[in-house]
């Protein structure tokens, strides 16, 4: 079955600190594709990035950062250069593409909280 | 850039009344989802809908549960007999096609059974 761990349960830092956020998935699909969600305090899910299983060429835009490894099963998200605005809850996601449907199965999460 | 929509934000029912939580996904999209997420927890699967029937459910959508599109554009989600447990944040998502590509969220309907 699939399976998404944030081990990081809570992060705080201080603002233009650099954070990493890790996600670990277990998957038997060799076809697949992985997701970062933000949710912020108004509680809307914010689309970051969708990564195909193929693909593992790490992507940056702007601040952000994903580095994505099948060797160690993760796909893990920077923020350099940390906002105040950048406080959420960030979500790792995996698909699951088995069972007829299709649905993403989604870590626990990690709240971050930058501070002034 | 087109947007999922979910109406209302926010509701607010009795237990054991019934309640509809309303959704417009993208409208070129084939694919569509409600997840839940109860206070403080991750997000979990509900239903997928596709071709005018459900896809998959997960082991929460029981017999309480049905979704429907009614008209082409509208996707609900109803719940038959509210308990206090069906408090929680309910997403409605559509994507084009099966790859998730990419999965988008509306922005939920927070539903409180009192």
């Known amino acids: 079955a699939q399976k998404v761990t944030q081990a990081q349960t809570e992060i705080s830092v201080v603002e233009k600190e650099d954070v990493t956020l890790d996600c670990v998935y277990e998957t038997r699909d060799t076809t697949y594709y992985l997701f970062w969600y933000k949710q912020p305090p108004s509680g809307e899910l914010v689309f970051l990035i969708r990564?195909?299983?193929?693909?593992?060429q790490n992507e940056i835009s702007g601040r952000y950062s994903w580095n994505f490894q099948k060797s160690t099963s993760s796909f893990n998200f920077t923020i350099t250069a940390s906002q105040v605005v950048d406080s959420a809850v960030y979500f790792c996601?995996?698909?699951?593409?088995?069972?007829?449907?299709?649905?993403?199965?989604f870590g626990k999460g990690t709240k971050l909280t930058v501070n002034p | 850039e087109p947007e999922v929509t979910q109406t209302p934000s926010h509701q607010v029912t009795q237990m054991g009344q019934e309640v509809i939580l309303r959704c417009v996904p993208i409208s070129n999209h084939l694919y569509f989802y409600w997840y839940r997420q109860i206070l403080g927890q991750k997000v979990e699967f509900l239903v997928s809908f596709y071709n005018n029937e459900i896809s998959e459910k997960s082991e929460i959508f029981d017999d309480q549960f049905s979704v429907e599109r009614p008209d082409g554009s509208n996707f609900t989600l109803k719940i038959r007999s509210t308990k206090l447990e069906d408090s929680a944040m309910y997403f409605c998502?559509?994507?084009?096609?099966?790859?998730?590509?990419?999965?988008?969220f509306g922005n939920g309907t927070r539903l409180t059974v009192t």
């Open positions: 990564r195909n299983s193929f693909d593992e």
């Open positions: 998502a559509s994507s084009a096609d099966r790859e998730l590509t990419p999965l988008h």
């Open positions: 996601a995996l698909s699951d593409l088995q069972g007829g449907s299709e649905k993403l199965v």
